[in-house]
T-cell receptor, first 111, second 115 residues
């Protein structure tokens, strides 16, 4: 399984963009990058995923570098409700059901 | 639409007692997962069902743990006998069929405390 490396924590100002980095230098060509978040006392919530192209949805944007060794999740206008632990996960190609959650990045949005 | 529903939300029990956690997946989803979350080990996959059949139970810690899925709308995770080290938040998640989306829908979790 490809491993991911994320900063332990980061702060962000409310209303500003939050850029969450993730390194996955050993990613294989057919492995996807997934992002989930977990707000305190809730279950994890899917945010977005991608293979090689940049992706955008109503929650966030995902920018994947051309060599696919790293990616950035962008929350365009962070709110206090975006305070959560954010997990960057690389999906094991041959075991499509396994999502291995690491320690994630604790993001604190401050007013 | 109702999400994944878990019960109980909180359970406090004494060591040696049997604990049963319940999960109702989202209607139409045919994959179901049980995860456990602790401070020390984070989120761990315990077992995965597809079409009510257990596919991978390699994450189940030991024989004290068992999981069943008698039908598409119900699953249980049982611990017998329970031990203090089983204290954790147990999450159930479901997914709509196989494929490459990988998006899991999680319930709110069941917080178990074993005294």
């Amino acid at each position: 399984d490809a491993k991911t490396t994320q900063p332990t924590s980061m702060d962000c100002a409310e209303g500003r963009a939050a850029n969450l980095p993730c390194n996955h230098s050993t990613i294989s060509g057919n492995e996807y990058v997934y992002w989930y978040r977990q707000i305190h006392s809730q279950g994890p919530q899917y945010i977005i995923h991608g293979l090689k192209n940049n992706e955008t949805n109503e929650m966030a944007s995902l920018i994947i570098t051309e060599d696919r060794k790293s990616s950035t999740l962008i929350l365009p206008h962070a709110t206090l409700r975006d305070t959560a632990v954010y997990y960057c996960i690389v999906r094991v190609a041959n075991n499509d059901y396994k999502l291995s959650f690491g320690a994630g990045t604790t993001v604190t949005v401050r007013a | 639409d109702a999400g994944v529903i878990q019960s109980p939300r909180h359970e406090v029990t004494e060591m040696g007692q049997e604990v049963t956690l319940r999960c109702k997946p989202i209607s139409g989803h045919n994959s179901l997962f049980w995860y456990r979350q602790t401070m020390m080990r984070g989120l761990e996959l315990l077992i995965y069902f597809n079409n009510n059949v257990p596919i991978d139970d390699s994450g189940m810690p030991e024989d004290r743990f068992s999981a069943k899925m008698p039908n598409a709308s119900f699953s249980t995770l049982k611990i017998q006998p329970s031990e203090p080290r089983d204290s954790a938040v147990y999450f159930c998640a479901s997914r709509p069929g196989q494929g490459n989306t990988g998006e899991l829908f999680f319930g709110e979790g069941s917080r178990l405390t074993v005294l």
